[in-house]
């Protein structure tokens, strides 16, 4: 059975730190599955994940390359942004399997959409625009996930 954490994040900054703590903990091996709605924070997330794991770059999410590959951090990292895909088959062809089940991270934007390729242990994080600020819902499945998430709760987040 999944854990989950809810967390309301009251700005970018806040979400961004979030993320940057995440990063910090992760491995080799890391999915992070990012859903939900244009404007919902999750590419705060992602740049806040990517600073976590020393990775140095700017701008938005990988909107147009599907792809973006990082190797000047801590761990090699691949940022998908699947939310133009048309169908699972752009991922074949693109060799998803040596991100989604590497050594590196990988990182996913838009990821329900491709939920079928994901991993059986990783973590989901949801979130969603509430009135005041960012409602994000992360869910573990399997141990070290379950045992980042205890962390995280009782790790100030950094707002």
Known sequence: MPVEWEWLSRS?????A?????????????????VGDLGAGKTALAQGILAGLGVERSGGSPTFPL????????????H??????????????LGYEDSFYGDGVCLVEWADK?????????????????????????????????????ELRHADPGV
């Not at 970018?12 to 961004?16: D, G, K, P, R, S």
């Not at 942004?81 to 062809?93: A, F, H, N, S």
């Not at 573990?140 to 998430?149: D, I, T, V």
């Open 114 to 150: 491709v939920e079928a390729l994901w991993p059986p242990e990783h973590l989901r994080i949801d979130l969603e625009t509430v009135p005041d600020g960012r409602r994000l819902r992360l869910t573990a499945r399997g141990a070290r996930y379950e045992a980042l998430l205890e």
């Open 12 to 16: 970018l900054e806040a979400t961004a």
């Open 67 to 78: 792809l973006w590959e990082y190797r000047g951090g801590r761990l090699p990292v691949y």
């Open 18 to 34: 979030l993320g940057q703590r995440i990063g910090e903990r992760l491995w080799p091996g890391s999915f992070i599955a990012l």
């Open 80 to 93: 998908w942004d699947v939310y133009r895909i048309r169908g699972l088959w752009e991922l074949e062809e």
